[in-house]
């Protein structure tokens, strides 16, 4: 086992990774930004190490700072938590090149999911159903209108080497084709430094529902159930919750079985996610797999008793895993707490919260890394927390969440907890009648 890890992220996650750590009896190093000296990720690691300024490209992106910082400490393993270099292939070579382990798939296991037409070919080799659509980079815009013809319309342009929703357009019909072409492919150059795009047929009324994979160095693969990650805003999750209310025992046995497929076709080990799209008949595509821990595994850790993270190093230190596949246990939510104002098309909100009470009681877990004091700065993604809700029933974690809501206090900011406060009562939300384009017709009141 490691002696020594270092979390080259920030953060609630980063914190999420210490704790583990030290249930584990493993030291811990922070790395931070000028703009992270005080948070509790610093305050909590056994050793920090600041990595620059607060700009990304300067701190969490800086390959070269974040090694010097594992030699100086001797680190003998780096976790990457979830977006920076998470999945980052380059950066897993580097570490192996240091003989320092990187928490996390291969090189070739990132490469292999990360370019988007690279993973639909692995997926149709598998036997994993994927959307229909071309199977290769569209190379002109007569490229694409002729397909667009092929496959029929609504069509949807994506990024290649993208994520997020960036280089993403739906084309209802031929006269918007151009405009979308164009402004995909300089959207994920802007983006992505690739401003390769690929064409798929347009799922309607889809619901996203995931899979969460284990597999070990040894080629065993096992799957911990589905999440449903439906509810988004412009491609960015806001709510996740495990079983989904869409859900079968038939079709979480078949979707279950495809992420086996898909992560056993690349010999993937580490924890991971398949990402699938379910049309309302309840057919599904897959769309991707995040190579990494997912902000969301905390739905699944309440509904299999199971910590991810302590599970996730074990496989990177040569454990085997159980094999088994689990079945959800009760029911989770998890609504994520966002420095924006949901009044204002989501503006976001950093500044000093100047008072911070976080919820409690039966069936609440807060991963937070905020408090009163800290200053949320502007440089980073606006998550400041998230709340997950546990009870035996979805009715019975949607009143626990929503009693929870209601006892949650931040000032000093505008937070996204109102949104979620108004969605706990959607009857539309509450009977599970919802697809990833409900926000579209939800207005906050």
């Known amino acids: 086992m490691f002696k020594k890890i270092l979390i080259a992220n920030r953060g609630e996650i980063a914190l999420r990774v210490i704790r583990t750590c030290r249930e584990m009896g493993i030291k811990t190093v922070a790395v931070y930004s000028t703009a992270d000296k005080e948070s509790l990720h610093v305050k909590f690691a056994d050793e920090a190490v600041c990595i620059g300024k607060p700009a990304s490209f300067d701190s969490y992106l800086n390959i070269p700072h974040i090694m010097a910082a594992a030699e100086i400490t001797n680190a003998d ?54 959307v229909p659509g071309g199977e290769g980079l569209l190379e002109s815009l007569d490229e694409a ?17 993208g994520g997020g929703g960036k280089g ?26 690739n401003d390769g795009i690929y064409m798929e047929k347009f799922v309607e009324e889809p619901r996203h529902i995931e899979i969460q994979v284990a597999g070990d160095q040894y080629g065993k693969v096992c799957h911990l159930s589905e999440r449903d990650c439906s509810i988004q805003r412009r491609h960015q999750k806001l709510v996740e919750e ?39 008949h309840r057919n599904f595509y897959f769309m991707e797999m995040n190579t990494r821990i ?12 199971f910590d991810l993270i302590k599970e ?62 800290y200053t949320i700065p502007p440089y980073y993604d606006s998550m400041i927390a998230k709340i997950i809700a546990v009870a035996r029933t979805r009715e019975e974690a949607i009143n626990t969440m929503h009693r929870a809501l209601s006892e949650y206090v931040i000032e000093g900011i505008k937070t996204t907890i109102p949104f979620h406060l108004q969605l706990m009562k959607d009857e539309r939300f509450r009977s599970g009648d919802f697809n990833t384009k409900f926000l579209e017709s939800f207005k906050m009141v």
């Open 77 to 130: 393993a780096i976790h990457p938590g979830y977006g920076f270099l998470a999945e980052n292939a380059r950066f897993a070579e580097i570490c192996g090149e240091h003989e320092i382990k990187f928490i996390g798939p291969t090189p070739a296991m990132i490469n292999s999911m990360g370019d988007k037409i690279t993973a639909k070919e692995t997926m149709i080799k598998a036997g994993v159903p994927v």
């Open 168 to 193: 993403m357009r739906v084309v209802w019909e031929e006269a918007d084709m151009e405009r979308a072409y164009n402004t995909a492919k300089a959207e994920a150059g802007a983006a992505f430094k």
């Open 242 to 280: 495990s079983p989904s209310p869409f859900m079968t025992p038939e079709l979480r046995q078949r979707m279950g079985e495809a992420a086996i497929k898909a992560a056993s076709a690349i010999n993937y080990e580490s924890v991971g996610t398949i990402e699938f799209l379910v049309d309302k």
């Open 145 to 161: 209108k002729s397909m667009a013809k092929d496959v029929g319309y609504p069509i949807i342009l994506k990024a290649t080497a």
């Open 312 to 373: 996730q190093i074990k496989i990177a230190a040569g454990d085997t895993i159980s094999g088994l596949n689990y079945e959800p246990q009760g029911h989770a939510i998890e609504c994520r707490i966002n420095a924006e104002d949901p009044y204002n098309d989501f503006r976001p909100s950093p500044g000093r919260i100047t008072v911070l009470h976080q919820p409690g009681g039966h069936g609440i877990r807060v991963d937070s890394h905020a408090y009163a004091g």
């Open 294 to 305: 997912q902000v969301e595994h905390c739905v699944t850790e309440e509904v299999v008793n």
